[in-house]
């Protein structure tokens, strides 16, 4: 997912009340509404981008249900050249990656996002550490 067209990471957006919010988005064909983006992060699982729209049918601003992606280990939403939000992360399958995505958007990393990404460094050096000497020993 290291593939990323960013140009400016979107920082503390990480719940629908600190969403990042764009106006005139639109619904269907002719109507048009507001979309709020957020990073939602589980301690168990990892980070994943939400979104959601209001509904333009219906009177005052009502929130339809927000649309979840799946979970990766770390994310970073972003605009791309156009201005429109992106996001791209790090998944489970990527660890070797890892190092190249924080240092990358490590400077747009919230406290938690940093501490999880330092921790997850600490245990993918362990790893290699002990796959190194296991090769040693057989090999």
């Excluded at 593939?3 to 764009?22: D, N, R």
């Excluded at 929130?63 to 979840?68: C, E, F, L, Q």
């Excluded at 997850?120 to 020993?137: E, G, I, S, V, Y």
Aim: glycine share 8%; charged share 25%; hydrophobic share 35%.
């Amino acid at each position: 997912m290291l593939k990323s067209s960013i140009v400016q990471p979107l920082t503390g957006h990480t719940s629908p009340e600190t969403a990042y919010v764009v106006r005139d988005y639109p619904y269907g064909f002719k109507l048009r509404c507001s979309i709020r983006y957020w990073l939602e992060r589980s301690p168990m699982h990892g980070y994943r981008l939400c979104s959601q729209t209001t509904n333009p049918k219906k009177a005052g601003e009502v929130w339809n249900a927000p649309k979840k992606s799946t979970y990766t280990i770390f994310a970073v939403m972003g605009l791309d050249e156009k201005g429109h939000v992106v996001w791209t992360g790090c998944s489970y399958d990527e660890l070797d990656e890892l190092g190249e995505f924080c240092a990358k958007f490590g400077h747009a990393f919230d406290t938690h996002q940093a501490a999880d990404c330092s921790s997850l460094m600490c245990a993918k050096a362990a790893w290699d550490a002990r796959k190194l000497a296991a090769a040693k020993r057989h090999g």
